[in-house]
């Protein structure tokens, strides 16, 4: 299993002079808890970013398909390095020949809960949830809310997970909002239109 839990990772696939990602070196002023964010990224992939909040890290999952809010559909996660806090606002362009060149947007953000700890029997924090392989969290976005839970299926090199969405009141097999809903919760931009703005600039 990896064992991100720092920056080092992220800063060392990243050059700062080139790309307007956050450098991780910001400094943590409104303590914020329990932030979740999912970005659109169009790199050489087209896929989503979910990051969550433990600590003071962002820790990050790529999804190929997104999220879903169907319970009956599983969606592989593949978990990328821990990205820093500062990164739940960046949306923008990264430059071509930089690591994940391509366009970013901000598809959705709120805060979580941690479900397993809120169960009196089982009071797991989020890292050891997530060194558990087993995340359960409430989601309070603006696209998406409710349950969702993500196992860890293999612990290699890459280490892939799950995503899931749990039975509940927000479950619903007839939303499709990653095909639905694609303007920015940030800017209401399309990625196309992020992609055009940083052109013309
Ligand atoms: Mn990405």
Do not use: C
């Amino acid at each position: 299993m990896k064992s991100y839990n720092s920056l080092k990772a992220y800063k060392e696939k990243r050059n700062f002079k080139q790309t307007a990602e956050p450098s991780g070196d910001e400094k943590i002023t409104a303590r914020e808890k329990n932030q979740f964010v999912i970005q659109l990224h169009d790199a050489s992939n087209k896929h989503f970013d979910l990051r969550l909040q433990i600590n003071d890290v962002l820790v990050s999952w790529a999804v190929p398909k997104g999220p879903s809010t169907d319970p009956t559909e599983k969606r592989l996660a593949i978990r990328t390095e821990d990205h820093p806090l500062a990164y739940a606002n960046f949306e923008g362009v990264i430059p071509e020949d930089e690591y994940g060149a391509g366009s970013v947007m901000i598809w959705d953000r709120g805060q979580f809960r941690n479900l397993r700890q809120e169960k009196e029997e089982d009071t797991k924090d989020m890292k050891a949830s997530l060194q558990d392989g087993k995340i359960e969290v409430w989601l309070e976005g603006s696209k998406l809310q409710g349950g969702y839970v993500l196992i860890r299926t293999s612990t290699n090199e890459d280490e892939k997970w799950l995503l899931k969405k749990m039975e509940d009141d927000k479950a619903d097999a007839r939303r499709n909002p990653v095909s639905t809903e694609n303007r920015s919760v940030q800017s209401g931009k399309t990625i196309s239109e992020i992609k055009k703005a940083a052109e013309d600039a």
